[in-house]
């Protein structure tokens, strides 16, 4: 029984490492759903990408692969077949030699010898069988035909039990009886088992007689079997990878392994007996080896072709392309020894940061068990793209981050640590007391610092009914603007759902026709193939989100890369028609006009560079008094936000500044 006490191997990596950071991924993978992916594939997909300081699953199989191909080109089959023709030519040049120089031998007996020595076969096998009954005259001949047999028994046990070709150099008759003794012992102890007699008494007397021939130290005949199995197979496996004339050589010469047929006997029978224990091993398989420089005896060939097991195992693991696939699958003790411990702890990386996005409330299943984001990751991914958002538009003029928006507005009773370009009052009291139990222990320091400072945050006193209207024709997908879109409309959901709680946002997607959406709707909302874009109906559920807010301030956001090609008829059916019907341009400029009978302050963002759509988007806006936006696709989400903001500014709310103010240069006005 093992010790429940020992430690465990240290695993490698920095053991004083802070915990995963989920933040890159969660941006990742929202931004993969927002271009149509699951979240379980999204996750899949980063964390075979990996992140800026870390690897991926696919750089993992690259170097998984470029080992294998590695070691099937550098070696080829023919190493024992190689050594052994060595041997057998020093034999017999030095026996010649001998022959040569011996005055005294019958000149009959020197010439019959001569022509033996002169005709031995092409085969190297067999040549070591002719020569097995040969008188030598020369002690050095004898010396390097015995190491043959030597050579022949140690490989062959080598194939078996690793490291026995070393253990067994210079061996004694002695040394070779006890493996002999163990092999037999083993096989009893094996048949016992198919019988089902065995005991785990039988096992460790067995391992008290012969445990220094199993370096592996298993504590369980099932253990023994594992390691013997695996092992046997891998040989098997080489055999069936040789051309039928390098294994009819090596069979033949295996009856002289130890100058006894005895060995290959035991060997034979272990092999059956761990077939017939084992018959899930890959005993049929092969491989094919190119014709590098570096030929591979048996037992080195067994080795590598268990290294070719564990990263065909290793390569299965990394695809992660079966079903219920986990990182936990993955076997870093394998990838530690092919690939060395870094790639193991990259491996481990990944494992944690899996765990960590499944168990950090990132991601639920829904009632139809599909895994989707949650309202936490939403929030998460909403502040990372106003993040985004702000340095763009602080990057343009020099402004301040977003949290501006609620510095004249109402005390909301929160405080909140202070950040550069927070222009919010101090909380004092709260600042003084985290300065006080910061450094409680330092009389001699400073009172408090920039860290200890909070900030009271506020709400805009105005109120704002938002309605942003986003075109989900397929149009958008296909020339790259509908993650745009998304991360757009989230990036203000999250800027009002944080700074201007009092403001009512709408999401409206409008396609063949229109629909209002949460946010996590649009979010996962996949490209459509149906033609049209119905900007009359999307009018029509934005002037109704209007009215039901006949208190606050209209803001009507609106982002198309198309004139309108469908409007709703009075029935509900939706009339489509390219080139745009009369019609319906006149519905659509008609709830445009009824937007601003309501007050509606518009701003139209005009994707792409289509002079009519260009012309039509104008119009529109000098009828109403609005104006028009013509951004990049990535700096759309800016554009939307600030527009808001300084809609919000105009109508008397805490906005950092005019429209003008943030988007100088960028875009342009009509009005």
């Known amino acids: 029984m093992k010790d429940p006490t020992r430690f465990k191997r240290y695993e490698g990596g920095d053991p004083l490492a802070p915990p995963v950071d989920i933040a890159e991924a969660l941006d990742a993978i929202g931004e993969d759903v927002m271009a149509g992916y699951s979240p379980?594939?999204?996750?899949?997909?980063?964390?075979?990408?990996?992140?800026?300081?870390?690897?991926?699953?696919?750089?993992?199989?690259?170097?998984?692969a470029e080992r294998r191909r590695d070691l099937l080109q550098r070696h080829n089959l023919d190493g024992t077949l190689d050594q052994v023709r060595e041997l057998l030519e020093t034999a017999v040049l030095e026996e010649r030699k001998q022959l040569a120089r011996d005055a005294l031998m019958d000149d009959a007996d020197r010439a019959f010898r001569e022509m033996r020595m002169e005709n031995l076969p092409d085969s190297p096998a067999a040549a070591v069988t002719e020569l097995a009954d040969y008188d030598w005259q020369s002690p050095d001949a004898r010396a390097a035909y015995e190491q043959i047999k030597d050579l022949l028994g140690r490989e062959l046990l080598d194939q078996r039990f690793a490291g026995m070709k070393q253990a067994l150099e210079n061996a004694t008759d002695a040394d070779r009886q006890a493996i002999n003794e163990m092999l037999s012992d083993l096989n009893d102890l094996l048949e016992k088992r198919a019988a089902g007699l065995d005991t785990q008494e039988d096992f460790e007397e067995f391992m008290a007689q012969h445990g220094q021939h199993f370096p592996e130290d298993p504590q369980t005949l099932d253990e023994l079997l594992d390691t013997l199995a695996e092992r046997s197979a891998a040989a098997q496996r080489m055999l069936n990878s040789m051309s039928p004339e390098q294994r009819a050589e090596l069979m033949q010469l295996s009856a002289q392994a130890f100058g006894s047929p005895a060995l290959m006997g035991e060997l034979d029978r272990l092999d059956m007996n761990l077939m017939n224990l084992r018959p899930g091993e890959d005993w049929d398989g092969s491989q094919r080896f190119g014709d590098g420089d570096q030929g591979l005896g048996l037992g080195d060939g067994t080795g590598v072709l268990q290294d070719l097991a564990d990263?065909?195992?290793?390569?299965?693991?990394?695809?992660?392309?079966?079903?219920?696939?986990r990182l936990d699958d993955v076997d870093l003790d394998r990838l530690a020894r092919q690939l060395g411990e870094e790639a193991a702890v990259d491996a481990r990386r990944l494992k944690e940061l899996e765990r960590a996005l499944r168990r950090s409330g990132a991601m639920e299943r829904g009632f139809d068990g599909e895994l989707r984001l949650t309202p936490k990751a939403m929030r998460q991914l909403g502040k990372a793209l106003l993040r985004d958002v702000a340095q763009k538009m602080s990057g343009r003029q020099g402004q301040r981050d977003l949290r501006r928006a609620g510095a004249a507005g109402d005390l909301s009773g929160a405080t909140r640590s202070w950040e550069f370009g927070d222009t919010e009052p101090w909380d004092v009291p709260r600042t003084i007391l985290n300065g006080t139990l910061r450094r409680a222990g330092d009389p001699g320091g400073p009172r408090f610092s920039v860290e200890d400072i909070e900030v009271a945050e506020t709400e805009a006193r105005t109120q704002a009914a938002v309605a942003l209207c986003v075109d989900t024709s397929f149009s958008m997908a296909m020339d790259g603007r509908w993650v745009p879109m998304k991360q757009t409309a989230l990036a203000l959901h999250t800027l009002i759902g944080t700074r201007f709680r009092g403001d009512d946002l709408e999401l409206i997607g409008f396609g063949r026709h229109a629909q209002s959406m949460r946010i996590e709707e649009l979010t996962a909302l996949d490209a459509r193939w149906a033609k049209g874009t119905n900007l009359h109906h999307a009018l029509l559920l934005a002037n109704r989100h209007f009215r039901k807010h006949p208190n606050a301030q209209p803001v009507l956001l609106i982002v198309t890369d198309g004139e309108p090609t469908s409007h709703l008829e009075p029935d509900g059916e939706v009339y489509f028609s390219y080139p745009p019907h009369p019609m319906t341009i006149a519905l659509a400029v008609r709830e445009l006009d009824n937007a601003r009978r309501?007050?509606?302050?518009?701003?139209?963002?005009?994707?792409?560079?289509d002079p009519g759509l260009a012309r039509f988007i104008e119009s529109m806006a000098r009828r109403v008094e609005g104006s028009v936006i013509a951004p990049e696709a990535d700096d759309l989400g800016a554009a939307v936000v600030g527009s808001y903001l300084g809609s919000r500014g105009r109508s008397g709310g805490a906005a950092p500044g005019s429209y003008e103010d943030w988007f100088g240069g960028r875009g342009f006005w009509v009005g």
């Open 40 to 64: 379980e594939r999204a996750m899949q997909e980063f964390l075979r990408r990996g992140g800026q300081d870390r690897a991926g699953l696919d750089d993992l199989a690259r170097r998984v």
């Open 598 to 609: 309501l007050g509606a302050q518009t701003t139209f963002f005009r994707l792409g560079e």
């Open 311 to 325: 990263l065909d195992a290793l390569s299965d693991q990394l695809s992660q392309s079966y079903g219920g696939a």
